[in-house]
């Protein structure tokens, strides 16, 4: 199928009501939970998966996929007028956007955060669909070793990129792999590690350990500590930013677009790097480096548009490679071998319609954002008013019912409840669950990959070494982890995170 | 907090070494044939190395000792709602799923800080009956009945 067949392809796909719909619902949901400080996407994304198992696959990634890039725009309402981030990209966007709020711009900065992640979203989707087409046939040459290299190689950066320890990020990732090793062999179909439960027959399952991980613990640290959240008393009008303010974001949008982008391709690498790096950019690059901090629309445009970018970038390794390049999309690819469909080379020849459905649903996706996030600002302040003793017991329902849900077994629910205790000690010991979700999806490909690899080498593991694409793989992991050991980079590492 | 990560590590490095002992007892086979226990048994030791690297380093690093749960003794309410959602679990199948959500949902706003139990029970009964006709009724879920049925 060639490029423009493709095209028309996704938007006949679309364009039917139930697709639109579904797209919308994605939208909507996402930027709702983008907007709570709490459950976040990966969380959403995991509850809203086994509502998606009677859809057909495609319609299943419009509506997830949705929910992704919907929660990148969401995020940035509560940095603003919370100085809280909705989601972890957000960070940055406190810096500039809150100040700005508090001066009576709030609305300049809703406006410019929402025109600058719709140009990029928009662009980046025009990067995914170039990009993605020519990246899978060189795909296509590669086999096991170069996949096990590259997964590695994903790992080892998310390890490299987490903060704190990286000896604590590095034994996360080594638990997420044993994690992934419970129940069947991959090659034999020898029972392993189940302790004789029957329900680990099939392995310990994303959804419970994501929900718990990353939605039970941060409802357990937020009663624990208390929040209070104080939306900023300012009435918001004038979302469309003035001719000079127009004039300050172009360049920071455009740059923002294409680094964001980027960096949102490697794996391990994610929006948040994103975002950051393109603060740190319009910072060097202005006139007047003091006044980032105060209320710089700059610094607002630049990174909104960085994150929205990335998470485009973010699927030219799901789709090509198959290999998730953060934890979002990890649960992604959970989804997509749930409904059947395995993410990687073959992906564009074997399901075009999924490759180029979701392309061109989130061009009409990032059409649906915009609109939503202008007209709806008044709802998602209304949404932020409401209590977190409210709102708690309701995200630790949506938990249980989605832990719940995907295979009808209060087992599940009880997984949930270990890893959010799991979870909660991890967040207080500063241990990062992002290897440890990464590591336990990667886990079983990584496997098969390296026992096909050592039987094509006959038990030599000179063959990751002495085949070029993984030999750069392999050699980037091991200098990425080794780096930890040298104090120079250590402490650039450190001063990074 | 260096005790609390102690016993932490010391817990990563118990499931590492029994992994290790399992994949042993699964069979290792050979480098250019392995077998069932030979890379899970090579996860396992690195597990342990790194966790054991993670003790050191938290040993060694200069940073004063901070508290690790906040004064207020709120770690409670966390483990109790905990405590809470995993009895759930059993309490499930026998209780069926709107008895036993209405009643956890009541206990999890009144730990939450909804000031009575008659607001609690309130705002359960409404979170219960919405949760059951979305997910039930529209959703199509398969929720149990338990004893009650319904």
Same mark, same amino acid.
């Given at each position: 199928m ?17 697709? +639109?719909?579904?797209?919308?619902m ?20 995991s509850?809203?998966?086994?509502? !998606? ?7 299943a ?20 007028? +919370? ?12 810096l ?10 709030a ?8 025109? @600058?992640?719709?140009?990029?979203? !928009?662009?980046?989707?025009?990067g ?6 020519? +990246? ?43 994690l992934?090793?419970?129940?069947m ?8 590690? !189940? ?23 941060e409802?357990?640290?937020? &009663? ?31 740059? @923002? ?7 949102g391709?490697?794996?391990?690498a ?33 990174p ?15 789709? !090509? ?6 934890t ?12 059947g ?5 073959? &992906? ?38 409401v ?12 938990c ?8 009808n ?28 979700? &990464?590591?336990?999806?990667?886990g ?5 990959? +390296?026992k ?6 006959y ?16 050699? &980037? ?21 | 907090?260096?005790?609390?990560? $102690?016993? =932490?590590?010391? *817990?990563?490095?118990?499931? #590492?070494g029994v992994f ?8 290792? #086979?050979? *480098? ?5 226990? $030979? ?16 003790? *050191?380093?938290?040993? $060694? ?13 709120r ?7 905990l ?13 069926? =799923? ?6 956890l949902?009541?206990? $999890?706003?009144?730990?939450? #800080?909804?000031?009575?139990?008659? #607001? ?7 979170t ?6 979305i997910? *039930? ?8 009945k338990?004893i009650?049925?319904?």
């Open positions: 060639d490029f423009f067949t493709g095209v028309l392809q996704g938007f006949a796909i679309c364009s039917s009501w139930s697709n +639109l719909l579904y797209c919308f994605g939208v909507f949901i996402g930027t709702l939970i983008g907007v709570l400080p709490g459950i976040g996407p990966v969380g959403t994304i509850l809203l998966l086994p509502a !998606t198992l009677n859809l057909n696959p495609v319609s990634v419009i509506m997830l996929a949705g929910i992704y890039y919907g929660a990148m725009y969401g995020g940035s309402t509560t940095s603003i007028l +919370l100085n809280i981030p909705g989601e972890a990209a957000s960070v940055i966007t406190c500039d956007g809150y100040q700005m709020a508090r001066k009576g711009r609305g300049a900065a809703l406006g410019i955060s929402a025109f @600058g992640s719709f140009i990029a979203g !928009t662009l980046g989707v025009f995914l669909m170039f990009l993605a087409y020519p +990246l899978a046939r060189v795909a296509l040459k590669i086999g096991p070793p170069e996949f096990f290299a590259l997964m590695c190689l994903g790992l080892a950066i998310l390890t490299f990129l987490t903060r704190g320890s990286m000896m604590k990020a590095l034994s996360m990732a080594a638990l997420g792999l044993l992934s090793y419970i129940g062999d991959v090659m034999t179909g020898l029972q392993r590690f !189940t302790l004789g439960k029957v329900e680990l027959l099939d392995g310990i399952g994303l959804v419970p350990v994501a929900m718990g991980l990353f939605g039970i613990a409802v357990m640290t937020n &009663l624990e500590e208390e929040i209070k959240t104080e939306v900023l008393d300012v009435k918001i009008k004038g979302l469309l930013p003035n001719r000079e303010e127009w004039k300050r974001s172009t360049g920071p949008i455009l740059r @923002g677009t294409v680094l964001g982008f980027f960096l391709i490697p794996p391990g994610s929006n948040i790097i994103a975002s950051m790096v393109s603060y740190a950019t319009e910072k060097k690059l202005s006139a007047h480096p003091e006044r980032f901090g105060e209320g710089m629309i700059e610094g607002v445009a630049g909104e548009a960085a994150n929205n970018s990335a998470a485009a970038g973010a699927f030219i390794p799901l789709f !090509t490679l198959g290999i998730p390049s953060n979002v999309m990890a649960v992604l690819l959970g989804a997509l071998m749930i409904h469909v395995t993410p990687g080379p073959l &992906l564009l020849k074997e399901h075009p319609e999924i490759f180029w459905g979701s392309v061109v649903s989130m061009y009409l996706g990032n059409v649906m954002l915009l609109l939503l996030n202008l007209p709806l600002i008044g709802l998602w302040v209304k949404v932020l008013k209590p977190y003793r409210i709102l708690s017991p309701i995200i630790i329902l949506l249980i019912i989605g832990a719940y849900s995907l295979n077994a209060p087992f599940d629910i009880a997984i949930m409840v270990v890893f959010g205790l799991v979870g909660y000690l991890m967040r207080k010991l500063h241990y990062e669950p992002a290897p440890l979700l &990464l590591a336990l999806v990667l079983t490909a990584m496997e098969r990959a +390296l096909q690899s050592l039987s094509m080498s038990g030599s593991f000179s063959i990751f070494f002495t085949r070029p694409i993984a030999a750069v793989a392999m050699g &980037l992991a091991v200098a990425l982890i080794a780096s930890n050991f040298v104090p120079f980079l250590g402490r650039k590492r450190l001063k990074l995170s | 907090m260096k005790i609390i990560e $102690l016993a =932490f590590n010391l *817990a990563l490095i118990l499931v #590492g290790c002992i399992s994949s042993v007892t699964l069979g290792l #086979g050979k *480098a250019n044939e392995p077998g069932p226990g $030979l890379i899970p048994l090579g996860t396992g030791i690195a597990l342990v190395l790194f966790s054991l690297g993670a003790t *050191a380093e938290s040993y $060694l690093e200069k940073e004063p000792e901070g508290e690790i749960f906040s004064q207020n003794k770690w409670r309410l966390v483990l109790g709602v405590a809470s959602v995993f009895a759930y679990t059993f309490a499930l199948p026998i209780l069926g =799923f709107l008895l036993a959500t209405f009643l949902l009541a206990w $999890l706003f009144k730990a939450s #800080g909804v000031k009575n139990w008659r #607001g609690a029970f309130l705002a359960s009964l409404v219960t009956g919405s949760a059951y006709l997910f *039930a009724y529209l959703l199509q879920g398969n929720f149990p338990g009650v049925g319904f």
